[in-house]
């Protein structure tokens, strides 16, 4: 299945292919627990590291304006509506379009 993988460390944003199953969201995320923060306008869907910040995060990403910060490795998959998991929507171009980065010291300075 094809998914977005958006490294908040290194800045990436790469198209992979990966096991549609827990197993393999885990796998292509680097964690063993995962969330689900959000669908993209387009129904796309979001995962992250559910323990992200016991890792002393220092890069954050945005996906437009009106998501949550998310750290780590961030995973968006498609999603048909019904709560199956699909081929990402999303091309890396359009991600790369909406994505806001931050680093530790943005973040300290929002207050």
Partial sequence: ???????????????IEINCSVKGIRSAIGCQYFTGSGHLDNGDFVYCD???LFNNPQHFVELGHNSDLLAGVVLVTGSDGNGNTTDAKSTVD??????????????????
């Fill in 94 to 111: 359009e991600i790369e379009k909406d994505i806001i980065w931050y680093n530790l010291a943005d973040i300290r300075s929002m207050g």
């Fill in 50 to 52: 559910d323990e992200f």
């Fill in 1 to 15: 299945m094809r998914a977005i993988k958006i490294d908040t460390d290194n800045r990436t944003v790469s198209e």
